[in-house]
Structure formats: structure tokens, C-alpha cells
Nanobody, 123 residues
């Protein structure tokens, strides 16, 4: 069982930056692939970025070059650095974990989810 707690959301102006954190419980964090997803009002949850246990990173086209996912296995934490934020980045951001493989961009590949943190980008 893994519990995930996100933090770091908030209100920022267009062009600003935020860093989200996702702290995980459990002693096997390093073996999990971690993902970030987001959900805007009235829309489906969408993939943002993922990092595998070995450190390989992947991004949705909409955030490539602006967002950076990373992990600190010693702290059992994964991060999402978000730069050059746009109003369309406004959403609740969720982190997720899986250790059973599957395509990293699909919500169905993940077994554990955090409660989400709100990110609002004002124009």
C-alpha cells in the first residue's frame, strides 16, 4: 500500500512558476513509476508527465519544454517543476504511482493516487 500526498499548488500569474511535490509512504518508493496528471473543471483527467523507477522521463506535448518531473528516492518524493505557466494549465494536479508496468500515460496503469492540489494560472 502506498499513500501519496501532493503539495505546492497555488495561484500564479501567466509566465510564473510553481513546484509541486508528492510525498509517498512506504519503503519501496524507488521501485515505483510515478506520474503526474491534471483535471480541469468539466474535462477528463489528462496525463502530464511520468518518471520510471530508473529515472527515464516522459512528457505530454502540451508541457514539454516547460515542465520537469524528477524524483528523490531518499525522500520518497517526486516533483513537478512548472515554468512558463499558462491559463490553460489551470487544473487540479494529481500524482500517481504504479509498480506493475503498463503505459505510463494511461490513468488505468496506476494503482495509487493522491488527493490532488489546485493550480490556478491567472491571465
Amino acid at each position: 500500500q502506498v499513500q501519496l500526498v501532493e503539495s505546492g499548488g497555488g495561484l500564479v500569474q501567466t509566465g510564473g512558476s510553481l513546484r509541486l511535490s508528492c510525498a509517498a509512504s512506504g519503503r519501496t518508493f524507488s521501485s515505483y513509476a510515478m506520474g503526474w496528471f491534471r483535471q480541469a473543471p468539466g474535462k477528463e483527467r489528462e496525463y502530464v508527465a511520468a518518471i520510471k523507477s530508473g529515472g527515464s522521463t516522459y512528457y505530454a506535448d502540451s508541457v514539454k519544454g516547460r515542465f520537469t518531473i524528477s524524483r528523490d528516492n531518499a525522500k520518497s518524493t517526486t516533483y513537478l517543476q512548472m515554468n512558463s505557466l499558462k491559463p490553460e494549465d489551470t487544473a487540479v494536479y494529481y500524482c500517481a504511482a504504479t509498480n506493475r508496468g503498463g503505459h505510463y500515460s494511461r490513468t488505468s496503469s496506476y494503482d495509487y493516487w493522491g488527493q490532488g492540489t489546485q493550480v490556478t494560472v491567472s491571465s
